[in-house]
């Protein structure tokens, strides 16, 4: 997800977790990025109907407001920490369990359950991913990806149909990022794509206004390129 917002394929998964089963491999999942909602469920292997025997997530567990990290495991690996004091795997890390972190993380999920977050980010994921279906319109639009929740990314091309992509000379990061700011929009352009991840609170409007503001981000690198 993290490097342009690539969805897999629905069999990906279910697969992957299928070969750890039958060789006894642990599943670890990386969900830093895409857990708490961001992708229109809690976390974004429930998408596949998976569960990993460990997955790590961090930021969004506090919204940001304080740094937090957590791994989450498995009763069977969970369990295979205890035992006796001679033999039990003893981890410890200078600022874990901090008392501000964790109350921001509890604080944090309670109003997310309170104001339903997670589907309002599923919701207004769908209608944000419609309407940038429209971006096709541009030349310069190799591909709109998304459609799980709040984190979508626009991919920018030289050529559509051979997917060439502009050359480090076009100065396409530069002038995306630029014009992004322009118009008063704070976000990042990684390689050759616009990524999008609005906060799960977001309105029908507010989106309107992102992809509208984007729409002339887009006219306007297909004007200079």
Known sequence: MASGVHVPHPDYWPTIREICDKYGVLLICDEVITGFGRTGKWFATEHWGIKPDIFTVAKALTSGY???????????????????????????????????????????????EQEDMVTNSATMGTY?????????????????????????AVE???????????????????????????????????????????????????IDHLVDSLEGVVTELEDSL
């Open 128 to 152: 944000m991913y419609e309407r940038l279906q429209s971006f096709y319109k541009h030349p310069i639009v190799g591909e709109v990806r998304g459609g799980m929740g709040l984190l979508a």
């Open 66 to 112: 304080q740094p937090i990290g957590a791994t989450i495991t498995s009763k069977a690996v969970a369990d295979a920490f205890i035992g006796e004091p001679s033999s039990t795997f003893k981890h410890l890390i200078t600022f874990g369990g901090n008392p501000a972190a964790c109350a921001a993380a509890l604080a944090n999920l309670e109003i997310m």
């Open 156 to 206: 920018l091309v030289k050529n559509r149909d051979t997917r060439e992509k502009f050359p480090a000379e076009a100065g396409l990061v530069q002038k995306a990022t630029e014009s992004m700011h322009k118009r008063g929009l704070l976000g990042r352009f990684m390689g050759d794509a616009l990524h999008l991840a609005p906060p799960l609170s977001i309105t029908k409007d507010e």
